[in-house]
């Protein structure tokens, strides 16, 4: 059994959305109208511009709340989350000490032009996020917090130089969709240095999910509101299963 | 308001900044860089590229002998000027092609030199005088609305494509406009050349994107009936060369950090104090208002914890800024609104931090940075942050006002985004124009206690770091948890000591003019 859902207002299925843009042209009546009829263009029905006004000159901004029909079924839906094994610090440590039998290497890096390393500060720190210590105060983790705007080229040639077990690669900001680009590049330069099944590879940011990382060749991807010791629990276990099955390592 | 603070701790504070600075000071008047002398040939009026795209000064300064290079490039250049009869920017260009080399003219003596670069000397002085008189008569005629002035960024890598941005920014309010770089420039250690489309997360700097911006914004000025302002960064390892770039094209502000790049950009620490030094001393003659870089603090560890750090910071800065002829009027020194907002009376923190510099540094028009850390995809909540970090700026009278974004977690700003922005800025600061005014701190509440405890940690710092001398503590890790060695970073390479008969023009006539403030 199906069960369609869409936007709700005030009413079950009545299907209101608010969505915003600007136009580049001066605002006039005519221009309010224009947005009118673009929303119309998109699918939505019941178009009401509740705002329409001159930014500058040549541009003008709208608010909009409309009715789409639109609905998806949400429990046809598979998008497994990364976080799904909740231990603790000790467990994790334990668990890597008894299964890994050495210290994980693990490498953080903000890549390419992005400066924003509040999330890979967040999951290394040893400070950590929300109480929950970072990879740096686990006791079993070797961890390199590389810090901001690092090439791929740059992580690659470290990832082989020091083995590096798990490799995380955050994008917090991006431009015309230069986070999906970076992450791209740093998975295919992996594959083309024949170490890519070398490392756990992870991504993480703020609109990044595990689906996209799944897409995008990685392992695993966390997104808003991730603790560490999430992103440790996921490394220890794929690392401990990944040599129990006896597959190629460093 | 009125924080009651220690005067004695601040008196105290400040002799400890100059304690801290004195002995880098003497550092800086033995040494000199690269880019130091690169900016010389610049004030001369090189300017271009090789055939190799190799920016002149570079290939010029290249050219130059280790042991020739320690007397200033000023000599050899200045050689060939009086024996070639040449112009600096027809030398330059005969030396880039080849057919010149400054070696063939080591036996000219050195008063040769001296005469044949005086009046180019002149020229690059006039140069400047005249476009901080064009700013003066700009700021008569067409004067800026009150602080704290709204300043927004432009970044999209095309300075065509930012132009139509800052002059949208500027009809929608804006007063200041910043063009971000490039991601990288600061590690460049050479300056790019020429109109740039292309760039990452930012434009490149370059003199003719210098210029470009500038005409469009006094065009938009004209429009507007007021001057606004256009900034740039010059932070990085061409912090001299970026400030010449500034002063020949009236930028009105540029960031200028006396150890943002050591800290945060992993640049050689001795490379950064000369840099810093000379930029800003061009800085000073050109009008330019400097902004320093406290934000970073804020935006890498904990807000609350950093505070007495970023008050340190300010000082050293201060301190720095004087010492290169900076009056208070040109440091505009930073800070940022980062509290955690799940914090309780964060606010009431933010206000204590903003209001303390306030007091602390009357005269300075002090440069407030927006929330960044604690966005999110939230552009609700996001809006409601930046109202409250609007409320602060205008209750404590801020002077340069960095505006938030709704999205800034998200993406570089649409220009919807900064039409929003700064209409939250311009409704809060003009519905609470004079709350500052009209309300007193509670003697002994949250805020003035927070502010007494900053100040006092502040002070403690730097008894630290003026016991150890600057250099060790920012090894010992004491700025921003980070540790920086002073032979470790980049562009240590570019770092010379000064042969005893060093001469660099343009320092000879500042000093000649004396020390300002």
């Known amino acids: 059994m199906t069960k369609l859902v869409g936007p709700f207002g005030d009413t079950r299925d009545d299907g209101k959305v608010q969505l915003s843009f600007t136009l580049p042209v001066d605002w006039s009546e005519a221009a309010d109208e224009a947005a009118r009829q673009l929303a119309g263009k998109m699918g939505f029905r019941d178009v009401q511009v509740v705002e329409g006004r001159p930014i500058a000159s040549g541009f003008s901004f709208f608010v909009i709340y409309a009715t789409t029909t639109q609905a998806v079924d949400v429990d046809g ?25 050495r210290k994980v290497r693990v490498a953080g890096a903000c890549i390419g032009t992005d400066a924003h390393t509040v999330g890979i500060d967040a999951i290394l720190n040893m400070k950590g ?32 130089e020091r083995r590096i077990d798990a490799l995380l690669a955050s994008q917090a900001v991006t431009q015309k969709g230069s986070d999906i680009r970076n992450f791209t590049a740093l998975s295919e330069l992996l594959e083309a240095e024949n170490v890519r099944d070398n490392v756990v590879l992870i991504c993480g940011g703020p609109r990044v999910t595990n689906l996209l990382a799944g897409e995008l060749g990685y392992d695993a991807g966390f997104g808003r509101g991730t603790l560490p010791s999430q992103v440790a629990a996921f490394i220890a276990v794929t690392l401990a299963e990944r040599l129990r099955q006896g597959r190629p390592h460093w | ?46 300017d271009g590229i090789t055939p190799q795209e190799v920016p002149l000064p570079n290939a010029i300064l290249d050219a130059v002998a280790p042991h020739e290079r320690a007397r200033g490039v000023a000599l050899p250049f200045g050689k ?30 050195d008063a040769a030199a001296r005469g044949a670069l005086a009046g180019f000397v002149d020229r690059a002085l006039d140069r400047i005088a005249a476009r901080r008189e064009e700013r003066a008569a700009w ?53 790019p050349f020429g109109p740039t489309t292309e760039g990452f997360g930012g434009t490149y700097a370059t003199q003719a994107n210098f210029a470009i911006m500038r005409a469009a914004l006094d065009e938009a000025s004209e429009k507007l009936g007021r001057y606004v302002m256009l900034t740039n960064y010059a932070s990085g390892l061409c912090m001299p060369e970026i400030a010449v770039m500034a002063a020949f094209e009236r930028l009105d502000m540029l960031l200028n950090d006396s150890m943002y790049g050591i800290l945060f950009r992993d640049i050689n620490m001795k490379r950064t104090f000369v840099d ?24 890498t560890a904990d807000a609350v914890e950093q505070a007495p750090a970023v008050l340190a910071s300010q000082f050293i800065n201060e301190e720095f800024a004087h010492r290169a002829g900076l009056p208070d ?82 993406h570089t700003p649409f220009l919807g985004d900064r039409a929003l922005s700064l209409e939250n800025a311009r409704y809060i600061m003009s519905t609470a124009r004079h709350f500052g005014d009209e309300i007193a701190l509670r003697p002994g509440g949250i805020i003035e206690r927070r502010a007494h405890d900053v100040l006092a940690s502040c002070e403690a710092l730097l008894e ?45 006539r500042r000093l000649a003019l004396g020390r300002p403030g």
Not at chain 2, 161 to 186: K, P, Y
Not at chain 2, 481 to 502: I, K, L, N, Q, T
């Open chain 1, 77 to 101: 839906i598979v998008a497994p989350s990364a976080g799904a094994h909740a231990m603790s610090m000790e467990q994790i440590d334990a668990l890597v000490h008894e299964r890994v039998g």
């Open chain 1, 129 to 160: 996020y929300k109480g929950d210590y970072g990879l740096e105060r686990y006791h079993e983790f070797e961890t390199h917090n590389l810090g901001s705007q690092v090439a791929v080229e740059e992580l690659v040639r470290f990832t082989k």
């Open chain 2, 1 to 46: 308001m009125d924080l009651r603070i220690d005067r004695r701790s601040v008196e105290r504070c400040r002799d400890l900044a100059g304690a801290i600075v004195a002995p880098v000071e003497a550092f800086i008047a033995a040494h000199s860089t690269v880019s130091v002398e690169r900016a010389v040939l610049r004030l001369l009026g090189v």
């Open chain 2, 80 to 109: 060939a000027l009086a024996e070639t009869g040449l112009e600096p920017a027809a030398l330059g260009a005969e030396i880039a092609a080849g057919r010149c080399g400054l070696d063939q003219f080591a036996t000219t003596p």
């Open chain 2, 139 to 191: 700021l008569a005629e067409l004067p800026q609305l009150p602080p704290p002035l709204l300043y927004v960024i432009v970044a999209s890598g095309n300075i065509y494509e930012d132009r139509v941005a800052a002059v949208a920014a500027a009809e929608a309010g804006a007063q200041v406009i910043a063009v971000i770089r490039s991601t990288g420039q600061s590690l460049l250690d050479f300056v």
């Open chain 2, 276 to 299: 810093q030094h000379f930029s800003r001393t061009l800085n000073a003659r050109a009008g330019i208002i400097i902004n320093t870089g406290e934000d970073n603090y804020l935006t």
């Open chain 2, 329 to 410: 009027a040109q440091i505009g020194l930073g800070d940022a609104y980062e509290i955690d907002p799940d914090r309780e009376d964060g606010f009431l923190y933010q206000v204590a931090q903003a209001q303390l510099a306030r007091e602390i540094f009357p005269d300075a028009p002090l440069k407030y940075m927006p929330p960044t850390k604690h966005m999110t995809g939230d552009i609700f909540k996001g809006h409601l942050i930046d109202a409250m970090f609007n409320l602060t700026s205008v209750m404590t009278g801020q002077n340069i006002h960095l505006c938030g974004m709704p999205t800034e977690a998200i």
């Open chain 2, 464 to 508: 630290r770091v003026a016991a150890m001398g600057l250099m060790a503590a920012i090894e010992a890790a004491l700025f921003a948890d980070v540790s920086r060695v002073p032979e470790g970073g980049r562009g240590v390479d570019g770092v010379f000591e000064r042969a005893a008969d060093y001469w660099n023009p343009f320092e000879e």
